[in-house]
């Protein structure tokens, strides 16, 4: 028993027209954006890790250390262990790729090890 083929099934065959594979992609899709930092006079642009599941915004002392930072200590617990903040900075902070004109007064917990 042969089966026939229909005549549009023919013509793909012989013009060589058929699909291309998909292309799928294969790394991870990771949220980062970028972030606009703003301390009285002083502006710093750098790129942030989204996470729905943290519990505070942490930022490297490198970032804003001229900015004194307020004295308190903060200990937080992870899953890899036990985890110190020494100090918070209030600042303003704004993501353009999100909305171009919303600042966001926020508090942001200083860290040494990031």
Same mark, same amino acid.
């Given at each position: 028993?042969?089966?026939? %083929?229909? %005549?549009?099934?023919?013509?793909?065959?012989? #013009?060589?027209?058929?699909?291309? !594979?998909? /292309?799928?992609?294969? @790394?991870?899709?990771? !949220?980062?954006?970028?972030? +606009?930092?703003?301390? *009285?006079? @002083? *502006?710093?642009?750098?790129?942030?890790?989204?996470?729905?599941?943290?519990? #505070?915004?942490?930022?490297?002392? %490198?970032?804003?250390? $001229?900015?004194?930072?307020?004295?308190? +200590?903060? $200990?937080?617990? +992870?899953? #890899?262990?036990?985890? =110190? =903040?020494?100090?918070?900075? /209030? =600042?303003?902070? $704004?993501?353009? *790729?999100?909305?171009? +004109?919303?600042?966001?007064?926020? %508090?942001?917990?200083?860290?040494? #090890?990031?």
């Amino acid at each position: 028993m042969s089966f026939k %083929k229909s %005549k549009l099934q023919q013509c793909r065959i012989i #013009a060589g027209s058929r699909r291309p !594979p998909k /292309k799928t992609s294969k @790394e991870p899709l990771v !949220p980062i954006v970028f972030v +606009t930092l703003n301390h *009285e006079s @002083e *502006e710093i642009k750098l790129r942030a890790l989204l996470d729905l599941g943290a519990g #505070a915004t942490l930022v490297d002392k %490198k970032f804003c250390s $001229q900015w004194r930072p307020q004295k308190d +200590t903060k $200990q937080w617990d +992870t899953v #890899a262990g036990t985890f =110190t =903040t020494h100090g918070s900075v /209030k =600042t303003r902070l $704004q993501l353009p *790729e999100l909305n171009p +004109t919303a600042t966001i007064n926020y %508090k942001l917990h200083v860290s040494n #090890a990031l």
